[in-house]
């Protein structure tokens, strides 16, 4: 049978096996359509929105540098809210980087096809949001000229670091995921790095490619070393989709804080952390696709395996919303049942109701296939889910803290100018750094995706046809 006879299976209107991608593309066209937008000059789109992200980091650096001479007086913190816009913005980043491992590590080790095509832009989008959380526990020091306290080292400056505070794990949880996930992620590059240096023409991009390849040639035994370590990677990187989140939920539930004292916390934050992750990754690749023409690769198909995962995870989030009041009322502990019903009808509860509507109702269109298979409206879902999942970090730090034990302790927190600027300079980062790695990086792994053509050699009617 040819290869281009293999259809997948149609059973009303689902697809079933079969390839990912059509039968008409060659290992040559993969090559040419992944190094074409490196060399082109960069479209108006691109152009707009990295004029955009950039207004935005400058932005960021100008309210630092405030906050570096007046201090974080300029935010909207008071007592009893110490934690607020910040420590929002970094457990949502950290949530928002889980995706990438989950696609480049876990399917990988269970043979998913279909990560083929996603895989390095979910990967780099965990780095640059990892990048951006860890920027929040270090402004939110105050002092940053002193931050390297923060890093564990020996008491020789009787500074007795607490290893028992989940905070410090942060440390080594943040780390570990970041340097873990950069060596996978480059390792996947330097196949693609080698095919670019040998193609790209003006000095500068040839000495630059041909520094990140290490000097790759792809013979037999550099592949044998790949294929091994990219394994191992996998293995490594697999426990951290679990771990990473889970301590950050552990800054929360071993306090004793009605709201934060939570044993679901743990599986609660890694299912949020991976539903928002995937929502990101979508609405990065209906941008992605369009700007940079790669519709044939990344083919809604692919999106509605995501979509799929939205689902199933806004499910599992909205069960450990359901148990956390439930658990609430069940427990007769009179503190526990305030925080949920102040959370429902208290000060805060329009954006209670925010992320109830973000993160369970509306990802349920996605039952309807028609819907889940439209770029309009998945865009538009994953911008809801987007914005829902702020909101629930928001509500689990600030409505917990705002109404203590104490009623006259209880206070209002309203986050100022400088809070919000932050946090969009914070995605004007994120998507700046995002902006210049589809220009300069091969955002499709070329090595990958010519392992699973149908008719690698472009013949026609397929190889054996």
Same mark, same amino acid.
């Given at each position: 049978m040819a290869h281009t006879d293999i259809k997948p299976l149609d059973i009303d209107g689902h697809k079933y096996g079969g390839p990912w991608l059509g039968s008409h593309i060659s290992m040559k066209q993969v090559t040419e359509d992944v190094y074409a937008p490196i060399t082109n000059k960069p479209s108006r789109i691109w152009l707009l929105l990295l004029a955009l992200s950039m207004a935005a980091v400058a932005l960021l650096g100008y309210i630092l540098s405030i906050q570096l001479t007046k201090g974080i007086g300029i935010l909207g913190l008071n007592h009893p809210v110490a934690w607020g816009v910040y420590i929002t913005n970094f457990v949502f980043w950290v949530g928002i980087g889980h995706a990438g491992t989950l696609i480049s590590a876990v399917l990988f080790l269970l043979r998913q096809k279909w990560r083929n095509s996603i895989n390095r832009t979910a990967e780099a989008m965990t780095i640059f949001a990892v990048m951006c959380a860890g920027l929040f526990p270090l402004i939110h020091t105050g002092?940053?000229?002193?931050?390297?306290?923060?890093?564990?080292?020996?008491?020789?400056?009787?500074l007795w670091v607490n290893f028992r505070s989940p905070l410090l794990w942060d440390v080594f949880a943040v780390t570990t995921y970041f340097t873990i996930s950069l060596l996978f992620w480059y390792q996947g590059l330097l196949p693609d790095f080698a095919t670019l240096r040998d193609r790209v023409k003006n000095k500068i991009g040839r000495f630059f490619y041909r520094t990140l390849s290490f000097g790759w040639k792809g013979e037999a035994h550099h592949w044998d070393h790949y294929e091994r370590s990219y394994l191992q990677f996998a293995w490594l990187a697999t426990p951290l989709v679990l771990s990473v989140h889970s301590i950050v939920s552990f800054d929360f539930a071993v306090s004793q804080l009605p709201g934060w004292h939570a044993t679901i916390f743990p599986p609660y934050f890694v299912a949020g952390a991976i539903f928002s992750g995937m929502a990101m990754v979508v609405t990065l690749l209906v941008i992605l696709r369009r700007v940079m023409k790669l519709e044939e690769y990344i083919t809604i198909r692919h999106m509605e395996m995501m979509n799929k995962v939205i689902l199933f995870t806004s499910c599992l989030v909205g069960y450990s919303y359901f148990m956390e009041f439930f658990v609430a009322w069940y427990s007769d502990e009179p503190f526990e049942q305030f925080v949920f019903l102040n959370r429902l009808i208290g000060p805060y509860a329009w954006s209670v109701w925010i992320m109830l509507v973000c993160n369970v109702v509306i990802p349920q269109l996605f039952w309807f296939r028609k819907i889940r298979t439209s770029i309009p409206a998945m865009f538009a879902v994953s911008i809801c889910v987007n914005i829902g999942m702020w909101f629930e970090r928001f509500n689990i730090i600030v409505t917990s803290l705002h109404r203590d034990f104490l009623p006259a302790n209880w206070d209002y927190y309203i986050p100022t100018f400088s809070d919000w600027a932050v946090t969009i300079g914070s995605f004007g980062l994120?998507?700046? /750094?995002?902006?210049?790695?589809? $220009?300069?990086?091969?955002?499709?792994?070329?090595?990958?995706?010519?392992?699973?053509?149908?008719?690698? /050699?472009?013949?026609?009617?397929? $190889?054996?046809?």
């Open positions: 002092r940053i000229w002193v931050d390297y306290w923060l890093i564990p080292y020996p008491n020789d400056r009787l994120f998507f700046a /750094l995002f902006l210049l790695f589809i $220009k300069f990086f091969p955002v499709i792994s070329m090595s990958e995706i010519k392992m699973i053509l149908t008719n690698p /050699l472009g013949r026609k009617g397929g $190889k054996n046809g």
